[in-house]
């Protein structure tokens, strides 16, 4: 489904927020990793944000994951205080990890993977030329 023009807005606002409040509260080092949100998806309805964050470098995300939710109520209060005036009402905020990431190291890995298999099949073209 397409995302409307409001939907947008609000996603960038919380977005440019959300990434001050972070830096403001320090949660962008977590577990010796580095903490960034990768997106922010609103629901049509405005009631509900879903907040993907990416971990870079974190030993284990799950656990970052659970730092970052204890201090959802902090972030949360924060958050309702800066953007307030501009909705009716706060969404509920859901975090999420986004492993996109991980999925491109996984890519990479197995195209170096491929790319080290074919150097033969070039020799052997070369062969055919002559």
Same mark, same amino acid.
């Given at each position: 489904?397409?995302?409307?023009?409001r939907q947008?807005q609000?996603?960038?606002?919380?977005?440019?927020?959300?990434?001050?409040?972070?830096?403001?509260?320090g949660?962008?080092?977590?577990?010796?990793?580095?903490?960034?949100?990768?997106?922010?998806? %609103?629901?049509?309805? #405005?009631?509900?944000?879903?907040?993907?964050?990416?971990? !870079? @470098?974190?030993? &284990?995300?799950?656990?970052?994951?659970?730092?970052?939710e204890?201090?959802?109520?902090?972030?949360?209060r924060e958050?309702?205080?800066?953007?307030?005036?501009q909705?009716r009402?706060m969404?509920?905020?859901?975090?999420? %990890?986004d492993?996109? #990431?991980?999925?491109?190291?996984?890519?990479?890995?197995? !195209? @170096?993977k491929? &790319?080290?298999?074919r150097?033969?099949?070039?020799?052997?073209?070369?062969d055919e030329?002559?």
């Amino acid at each position: 489904m397409q995302e409307g023009k409001r939907q947008k807005q609000v996603a960038g606002l919380l977005n440019e927020e959300l990434n001050e409040i972070f830096r403001r509260l320090g949660i962008t080092m977590v577990d010796g990793g580095m903490v960034s949100i990768a997106g922010v998806k %609103v629901t049509p309805d #405005l009631l509900e944000a879903r907040i993907y964050l990416s971990f !870079f @470098k974190v030993n &284990n995300p799950q656990t970052a994951l659970g730092v970052i939710e204890t201090k959802a109520w902090e972030i949360k209060r924060e958050l309702a205080a800066r953007v307030g005036k501009q909705l009716r009402r706060m969404p509920e905020i859901k975090y999420y %990890v986004d492993d996109t #990431l991980d999925h491109v190291f996984k890519m990479e890995d197995l !195209f @170096k993977k491929i &790319n080290e298999d074919r150097p033969d099949q070039s020799d052997q073209s070369s062969d055919e030329k002559q």
